[in-house]
């Protein structure tokens, strides 16, 4: 049986959570990386050449730039090396690579290490169809105003890219943005040291065919032919962009060339080169594994991510446009005016709520003459029962029963059992009902196959803005899905703060359900699969004191948001059931289910992705989405807000409730389905009560 206990924080896997989110976040700004490193135009003015040593800048096209011994090499004679830049390309290296095959030339192709990681069967390709591998960069990064570490960093992790796809580490480097060797300037020169210090060999051009610049092929191949006999290193891209210019280009190009005496190869063969691609030892090939299956994560992380957007928009949309339309069925509803003249007796109750119980009492008191109030006191240790007890000396009507502390569930039962009306309303010890709301939860009983009426809760304690935030979601969430619900006749809950029942229903169901945390959701379900009606009734006011503190709100929605999961695990059942319990099975708990559980889940990690987005090239269309899902949030909460005839100026807080308010209920249904999926038990955690709503 649920018994009261002294509140404590619930364990929640906060680093867990905490490790989730970090890791989807890292995985996102690593797609961002990979997916935004094809590069541009160089714009950088070329400065001073002072350090450039002569005999660099006026050799050939490869060179070998130690700082002790830098020297160059040339392609031979009418030989000629074909580059390729910037891929591997998912739809252009193919087709370059076939149209060397046709024309039986070998080339290097020099890849980007984001690309690479990409498409790392791309680069096995390459080398399978004996061509050469080159590095050039991991992000295009210009490495002559990169600094010594980022220059590094580049580098090292193409390298490291390339032995986990392929096996190997390659010698020959070509800088992006780079041209021939008499465009050489300062920094380009002492880029090109560090590389040489590392033992690599920095790839130039003798040639550009200017393909990027999708001259058409005619131009491509102008450009691209040799002047005079000299050898040359021709520079062209197989990635960066539509590449069909230059894959027509090749067609055309290599048999012209070649029947005027002209010879292909790799840079390495064009220049007389060995060794330029070593067999990448174990620790590398790991490493490299290691980074291509992050990148490969990333990527499906972000695309994931974007189909859960997605959805998480489209259920939000239907959210709005299923509450549009059963709040306007809703207020159509003629609902029956006068009350049937029964007496009616209120059950509170009670466990240390010396605070608020005396205004609770007097409260339902108010509501007539015929209403009987029972105060179950459950093992209070404040002096609540002394405080009914002197309230009962004056007032007839009013009764108090005492009993050991067994938890709300078995209070509810003690004063079910001494009721002698048809009639019950149950309310919580730190309630209070406003005037008329009795008569108003009563007259819905005027149809037989009612059994239970779902009273309108809202928050007393909204004076600051944690309680207005509660405030919002009250009325914009629980009392706007229960005008859903009515219409649909599928009501999952009728609240603990204030609901109406028929006593003989309640008691054939078994009385209040002891076993879940959530015995007022328990007990409606349990009333429709018994085929009894549960209805909503707006005008039926009570206010109640909301948790005061974060700790205490997460308390108290963490025994929630588990108990729901466990009344819905309860009546699981009642799906393939006919009536009232089909209605709940396929209407209530589906709609439950999607925007109390799916979206929770799913809503972090699209949050994360859309403060990720407005860093990135997305950031305007990040910004309208997010400026359109608030549309969507505001356009019910304020239909809502005149419905109950409550002032829109609280509404100010709900932005910056998105930020706050919605992730802490985020997590707790993430802990709450965790701890329900490892099969823990959660004790009662009863709120510190500091009658908030005195007048």
Known sequence: MTRH?????????????????AVVAGLLALDAVVTGADGGEDTSPPGPATTVPAQVRGGGAVIDPRPASPATARARDHTIALTFDDGPDPVWTPRILDALDRNGAKATFFVTGARAAQYPDLVREILARGHEIGNHT????????????????EIRTTDLVLAGTAGVIPALVRPPYSSTPDGLDDRDWAAAQRLGADGKLVVLSDVDSQDWRRPGADAIIANATPAGNNGAVVLMHDGGGDRAQTVEALDRLIPELRSHGWTFGTVSESVGLSGTQAAAPVRARVGGWLLVFAVGAAEFTAGALFVL?????????????????????????????????????VIIPAYNEREGIEWAVRSALAAGPRVQVIVVDDGSTDGTDALVERIARRRPNVRLIRQANAGKAAA?????????????????????????????????????????????????????????????????????????????????????AVGAFRRSAVLRVGGVPTDTLAEDTDLTMALERGGWRVVYEEEARALTEAPATLAELWTQRYRWCYGTLQSVWKHRHAVAERGSAGRLGRRGLPYLLLFQVLLPIVAPLVDVAAVFGLFTGDRWLVLGAWLAFLTLQAIPAVVAFRLDREPLRPLLALPLQQFVYRQLMYLVVLQSLSTALAGARLPWHKLPRRGLLKP
């Open 5 to 21: 206990r002294r509140p404590s924080p619930p364990k929640a896997h906060w680093l867990l959570l905490s490790a989730i989110l």
């Open 309 to 345: 957007t997605v959805v998480a928009t489209v259920l939000a949309l239907l959210r709005t446009v299923l509450l549009g339309v059963t709040t306007s069925l809703h207020a159509r509803r003629r609902r029956p005016r006068e009350a049937p003249d029964q007496p009616v007796t």
């Open 138 to 153: 991991a992000t295009h990064t210009d490495l002559s105003t990169a600094s010594g570490f980022r220059a590094d960093l």
């Open 412 to 496: 509810l039962n003690t004063g079910l059992a001494a009721a002698h009306t048809e009639l019950v309303v149950l309310m919580d010890g730190d309630t209070v009902l406003e005037p008329g709301s009795v008569p108003a939860l009563v007259r819905n009983f005027a149809d037989p196959a009612v059994a239970a009426v779902s009273g309108n809760a809202k928050v007393g304690n909204r004076g600051r803005l944690l309680g207005r935030w509660q405030h919002i979601e009250y009325v914009c969430g629980f009392n706007l899905d229960r005008r859903l619900y009515d219409v649909l006749e599928c009501m999952p809950t009728v609240p603990g």
